[in-house]
DNA sequence: CCAATAAGTGTTTTT
DNA sequence: CACTTATTGG
């Protein structure tokens, strides 16, 4: 047994308060980087060393499989052994409880867990079937309002007694997209917690042994929560109340999936005798990093309220840029980092590039490979979406659930053996439509008898996979499927070299599977990866630079974070709407963007972004205005000419490096004929200026490659030299 | 039934 | 621009 862990040396004041805290609800309201993860950790560790509490009867929620993933390293490492406690992700635990008790409730347990696309592909066969036009009804549209009906724990009769739409339509879609799916045994994410939910009130005796097992809960990320997480999390805690919510009102950024602030708002008035604790010491940002963000969320209403602060120093000004185009902007960043790698000390991984839509990470890749900076998407196109992993896996899920219908569809022809729509549609009226698993096929299949000699050979081959699917190592499974599937071959044939490559990592990736739990069987190698949608190249990451979008980039934190696309339309997304509730939770993005750095902030603008295929000209994000303009030193680039519409045309502007670092001279850095440093060159505190955009102004203080300028309108602003236009005022 | 080509289209964020 | 869907010809 490790020695006593030295709670009082290792936690602030409010944080001791809030893990040794016991005997009724509990509501920490955890500013950004003030020890979250460290209070939950070390209230885990509390509860089972000092309150005695049986490790089992413990359940720490999360939202992403990161956080959980980050936080059960953290337990184990603070209690020196693998615990037995439960840290997982709503929808995997609720997965799990589904799988073990399903019965109870009425539910097969081998059902298969459904992504986005599938779900979309469902709805795309439905609405055809019921002949409505796609283009005026869209099936995402319908998918996320079957999610946000399911968010709400509404069924299809109960959303349509209850209005939920206003478009009678949805409810018939919905009722036959149900139907579907319980045919088919299939799950989607909302169905997992919709279906737990409605599994604990239908059966008083499976409630109690879940309240018993799961006796103290602890939830992350509370602002997350939607309705039906939420009276999940009551169903399990009323009314003992052993419940602790963790979360921060300013970092709620899941709205458009159903989240629902008010949760967290509210959470005292639903549980009586809540012990609300506030954490408001910043151990992350410097002085004015915290200052800047802190006065942007100021502007929202309906909050808390914290009084965030830091003990670090002041730190350096925000830096904004505003590139001409959206490639200047990657190539403003590429800059920057370079000059902060080579010159001053800091590592790529110790910086990251957040933006508002992952459309916006190209620009990035192109312009940081020819600037030879090392990046890694996180979380952006991700592996088990990829069309060659999702056919391997479908061909799984249809071994494990022979009623899938969606995943028989997916590899019926693949590789190619002669089975088209026609005659999937003869062998699923034969089969799966009867009640009936595919690979119980008989005479009721009418089509011609080539092509039955054809399904019946392709079904005899899955007859054989499925019977050593459960006993076979997973690996070696794997390895049997891809030859007898024919798959690999297939693949060959087409020559596409990454997507072999990927095949062979999918390979790699049930072999590390096998050697963390060697008694699994493949069938849980699959629900983890349905449950782990974002596990992209992570595995690669040292030394790179990170491409975010913002919402990823939650809980996560950078010593340099840049925050591009700060546009209108971008940032706030123009789809956002405006209503303020959507307004706000923009703003608080930004303010999660901008509270992941520690020492330096720069913020990015392109006056032109080139995004689906036009060009666009767009005013400056309406957050860097909300900003206290002392903390931030503006700069701009020169407008790029346009001859004619869609030509952008190399635009480099003299960038200055202080070094001759080797991997900085192969940049070609094309000479423009307006030299810009060296007219101005020779300012000083008093001389006159003109900025293109902000006009006349006079020069109140230089100090190195900053210039700090009032404009004769009053307005003072700070410019970095290197980048900005600006004229000495000949006048 | 299949592959190649043309046309069209819709553009956030994710468990 | 990138992706899906419709059409065509084999």
Redesign the pocket.
Known sequence: MAQRIPYESHLNAAQLDAVTYYGSPLLVLAGAGSGKTRVITYKIAYLINEMSIDPKNILAVT????ASEEMKQRVDALLGEKVEVWIR????TAARVLRIMGDAFGIQPRFTII??QDQKMIL?KIMKEMNLD??TY?P?KYA?LI?RAKDRLLSAEEAESERFSTDPLFFDIYREYQRRLSHENLFD??DLIFRFCRGLDSNGDALNSVKQRFRYILVDEFQDTNHAQYELIKKLTFPDGNIYVVGDEDQS??G??GAVVENIMNFSKEYAYTKIIKLEENYRSFQTILSASSHLIDKNSGRFGKTLFTRKGKGEKIVFFRAASDRGEARFIADRILNLRYNEGYGFADIAVFY????QS?VFESVFSEMGIPYSIV?GFRFYEREEIKDILAYVRLLVNPYDEVSLRRIA?KP?????????DALVRSTIECGRPFFHIDNGLE?SLA?KKKVESFVESMVKLKEIVDSTYPPEFIRTLFETSGYLDYLKGTGNEERIRNIDELYNAVEEFSKQNPSAPISEFVEEVS?N??NSDERFKQERTYLI????AKGLEFPVVFIAGMEEGIFP?Y???EQVSELQ?ERR?CYVGMTRAMEKLYLTAARVR?????SVERGVSKFLLELPQELIVFSEEEPEQRFFSGFTGPSFRRYRFSSGSGSLKQRKIPERSSARPSEISDLKASSRVVHPQFGRGTVVEISGEVAVIRFDDGKKMMFMLNYTPLRKDEE
């Open positions: 939202f992403t499989n990161k992700t709503f929808h995997s992504d986005q795309r796609q283009d869209k995402e996320a999610d994410f909302g950024i899941y458009f999936r508002r839509m992952n459309a190209r979380g022809n190619i053996r002669g089975i088209g729509e026609k005659t999937v089509v092509r449950l949608q974002n979008t913002l919402h990823n997304h789809l956002a709407g939770e993005l080139k995004l689906y295929g036009t």
